[in-house]
């Protein structure tokens, strides 16, 4: 079992190396990264985007100058994207990542009907970060914050699939899903409490599989057992979930951002539901967040159709 970040990176390190497609690649934490990725046998890049840039970058980066990394010239963001994409599509690479543009421009050629990695399944983004508190520490996810704006009941699900599929690939038989909302208990007035009781009753019935679900529940409810015993909850979720699911994209990249800059925990995270793994770091994300997504799309990687 995959219990923290550490674990994650050596878990990456099995196995053969595998190649990443980066797009618009003139980004110095991505390149950081797959120089640490390349240092740590997890990977090897395939850089798309502006050359001379590319290699001012690496020539400024601690072990750049001694990489032979291969790059083809893209003077275009939206061409680097389709490129790298199509990369994918051919083999050349296993994993997509995104470098120094927008996350809208890289889904627009993911997503593409005729030329993209679509396969028949919702994409969503599983954010995984390592909670660390007074008795230990421990992989959590939030999602979905970078791709379904408000899903409804049908979309809930597949994202509830893809993140225990994640889950699953880390070793956690059943992890313990909290269908996150304002209250505990449901409101005909919040849309989001109703879905969660409706879910919730779905896996009780066997309907969604390989996990346990709860919901609705507070995000005090759902991670401390204390707030959990104060409001009398009696639930083997309350203050023990594996996995966050949130309402909208709003309030799960809010979350998921709150994890890094307020309280400092490490993160990576993939698209699952594509033909390959899609990793969307923000931009202003650091160079270990990116490798991480890197190790973390690896594993994933294995099982993906």
């Known amino acids: 079992m995959i219990t923290c970040m550490d674990d994650l990176l050596q878990a990456s390190r099995k196995g053969e190396s595998v190649r990443v497609a980066v797009a618009a690649a003139d ?43 291969e790059i083809r010239h893209v003077s275009d963001e939206s061409a680097a994207a389709v490129q790298a994409v199509t990369a994918i599509r051919k083999g050349e690479a296993q994993i997509l990542l995104k470098g120094k543009m927008k996350t809208a421009h890289l889904l627009k050629a993911v997503l593409d009907s005729e030329n993209g990695l679509r396969l028949n399944r ?62 505990e208990t449901v409101n005909p007035s919040l849309p989001s409490t109703l879905d969660a009781a409706v879910l919730t009753k779905m896996n009780h019935r066997g309907q969604i599989k390989g996990c346990i679900i709860d919901g609705p529940l507070a995000l005090d409810n759902a991670v401390s057992p204390s707030a959990a015993r104060t409001k009398e909850l009696h639930t083997p979720i309350a203050g023990q979930a594996d996995i966050l699911v949130c309402p909208d994209i709003e309030s799960a990249n809010m979350l998921a951002k709150s994890t890094c800059y307020f309280a400092g925990f490490r993160l990576g995270h993939v698209i699952v539901g594509a033909a390959a793994p899609v990793l969307i770091p923000s931009r202003a994300d650091n160079a270990d967040s990116k490798l991480l997504s890197v190790a973390l799309g690896k594993l994933v990687g294995k099982y993906t159709a």
């Open 122 to 183: 919702l994409l969503s983004d599983v954010f995984l970060f390592e909670n660390v508190h007074r008795t230990g520490r421990r992989l959590m996810i939030i999602t979905d914050g970078g791709v379904t704006l408000k899903p409804d009941l049908k979309q809930k699900i597949e994202i509830i699939e893809n993140a225990v599929f994640v889950m699953h690939t880390l070793g956690i038989a059943l992890p313990k899903v909290a269908l996150l909302s304002a209250v």
């Open 27 to 69: 980004d110095e934490a991505a390149l950081s990264a797959m120089i640490a990725a390349a240092s740590l046998r997890i990977s090897t890049p395939l850089l798309f985007g502006d050359e001379k840039k590319i290699t001012t970058l690496l020539a400024k980066l601690e072990g750049g100058a001694e990489t032979s990394f």
